[in-house]
């Protein structure tokens, strides 16, 4: 199985970006899809999460202004992140818990995608 994760960059504050992760290769079934991130000097940690049946779960510090969604049909998770602050800048991990075809169900993560907002 393979994340590929897209669509970070350099914006200013109060802008808006749209994280896109794809899971490819053996995939059998996709349970719940996240987003997590990791600031320089700080612990990786959840920021939005969604099951297979899109229930969805949020970090109070982005409640109101990330929005997560799954395209089961393309194994795709996006996270569209609005007003957009300079705490939020990290490194943006996508993870997927996924039925593999080879070997069995595992996490999985993707690469990085670095949010940089500048104030």
């Known amino acids: 199985v393979q994340l590929q994760a897209s669509g970070g960059g350099l914006v200013q504050a109060g802008g808006s970006l749209r994280l896109s992760c794809a899971a490819s290769r053996n995939i059998v079934r996709i349970f719940a899809m996240g987003w997590y991130r990791q600031a320089a000097g700080k612990q990786r940690e959840l920021v939005a999460r969604t099951t297979e049946g899109g229930d969805t779960k949020y970090a109070n510090f982005v409640k109101g202004r990330f929005t997560i969604s799954r395209d089961n049909a393309k194994n795709t998770t996006y996270l569209q992140m609005n007003s957009l602050k300079p705490e939020d800048t990290a490194d943006y991990y996508c993870?997927?818990?996924?039925?593999?075809?080879?070997?069995?169900?595992?996490?999985?993560w993707g690469q990085g995608t670095q949010v940089t907002v500048s104030s």
């Open positions: 993870s997927a818990d996924v039925l593999n075809s080879r070997l069995g169900r595992n996490d999985y």
